[in-house]
């Protein structure tokens, strides 16, 4: 797996890089066919504080692409959300290739 985490407006620190790194695994024990993430933690100069902190993740896995994105105040708290979001979206991309998978396995049987 690929691992690209990027800073916009923000150095990534080695302790914010750990951090990210270390939620992202939740995504890859739960799906293995991961094959390219890209994260992008990006500070707004929004005049609201609240949601200035910016978390991206692209994730491309075998046969589609996810993506999401989060904001909020405190940049750990976007990383937990964001990492909440992609994991949503990689689970249920892993129950439709099962359930496609199951779809045929039922047709071969009937015909």
């Given at each position: ?13 080695p ?28 500070v ?61 396995a ?6």
């Amino acid at each position: 797996m690929n691992l690209t985490i990027s800073g916009h407006h923000l150095e990534v620190t080695p302790a914010l890089r750990s951090y990210v790194t270390t939620k992202l695994d939740r995504i890859t024990r739960h799906f293995d066919q991961v094959v390219d993430v890209k994260v992008l933690l990006t500070v707004e100069k929004q005049k609201e504080k609240e949601k200035r902190q910016r978390a991206e993740c692209n994730i491309h896995v075998k046969g589609n692409d996810l993506f999401a994105e989060s904001s909020h105040a405190d940049l750990y708290a976007a990383v937990d959300d964001l990492v909440d979001k992609m994991d949503r979206q990689v689970v249920r991309h892993k129950d439709r290739l099962q359930d496609h998978h199951h779809e045929a396995a039922k047709r071969e049987m009937h015909a």
